[in-house]
C-alpha cells in the first residue's frame, strides 16, 4: 500500500494527452519519516506503520511524544494500518506514487461556524408572501406535543448547529502530476479542506 502526509495548496487544471483539461488539486507532499511499526505478532496486536512529519521545536513537544520519536520534533503523526513492512528512520517521498494511480484523500473539512437550517441542511425556508414575519430562514416545526415523537423532539432531528470540520475521505481519485523532486502531487478533482489542511493520500 503506498501512502503519504500531503498539505493542500490549491487547485489548477491539467492538459491530458488528448488535449483536453482536467481539474487538480496541488499537494505539497514533502517526505515523511517512520516513527514507529507495529506487528499483529508485536505487542500491539495489529500491521500499521506510523509516520511523522513537518518540523516543529522540541520544548513545545510533549516528554511522551519526544521519547517516542527518539526526540525529533513532528508537527503531525498519523497512523496507516498496513501490512507491507518498513524500517524506523526511514523515509517516504512523493515517488512512491505514479501518474495514473488511483487514491483516496482523507482530511478535514473547511470549519463554517454555526449555521442555521437552511445553510446547513438545505431547508427552503418559510413563504416570502404577504403575512409572514420572521420565519423566512426559520426551520418550521421540530415535533412537539402530539407529533411522531410524543411530545418530546425525535434523536436526529435535522437543526441550526455547528458546520464543517468534518473528517471527509474522498475515493477514486487519479495521480495526474508526480514532481517527486519539488515534492509535488496532482491528483484530479476536489479534495476537502481549505488551503494548509493536512491530508492523508492513501492507494486506493
Do not use: W
Amino acid at each position: 500500500m503506498k501512502f503519504i502526509l500531503a498539505k493542500k495548496e490549491g487547485m489548477t487544471r491539467v492538459f491530458g494527452e488528448d488535449g483536453r483539461a482536467r481539474a487538480g488539486t496541488i499537494l505539497a507532499a514533502d517526505p515523511v519519516t517512520v516513527t514507529a511499526v507495529k506487528t499483529k505478532e508485536g505487542k500491539d496486536a495489529y500491521s500499521a506503520v506510523q509516520v511523522g512529519a513537518g518540523v516543529r521545536r522540541t520544548k513545545n513537544i510533549s516528554k511522551a511524544i519526544l521519547g517516542h520519536t527518539k526526540g525529533k520534533g513532528y508537527t503531525d503523526i498519523r497512523e496507516f494500518r498496513t501490512d507491507d513492512s518498513a524500517e524506523v528512520g526511514s523515509t517516504i517521498d512523493a515517488s512512491v506514487f505514479a501518474v495514473g494511480d488511483v487514491v483516496q484523500v482523507s482530511g478535514l473539512t473547511k470549519g463554517k461556524g454555526f449555521a442555521g437550517v437552511v445553510k446547513r441542511h438545505g431547508f427552503h425556508g418559510g413563504p416570502r408572501s404577504h403575512g409572514q414575519k420572521h420565519t423566512e430562514r426559520s426551520p418550521g416545526s421540530i415535533g412537539g406535543s402530539g407529533g411522531r415523537a410524543g411530545g418530546r423532539v425525535a434523536k436526529g432531528m435535522r437543526m441550526a448547529g455547528r458546520m464543517g470540520s468534518d473528517r471527509v475521505t474522498v475515493t477514486n481519485l487519479k495521480v495526474l502530476v508526480v514532481d517527486a523532486l519539488a515534492g509535488k502531487l496532482i491528483v484530479s478533482g476536489a479534495v476537502p479542506g481549505r488551503r494548509g489542511t493536512l491530508l492523508e493520500v492513501v492507494s486506493a
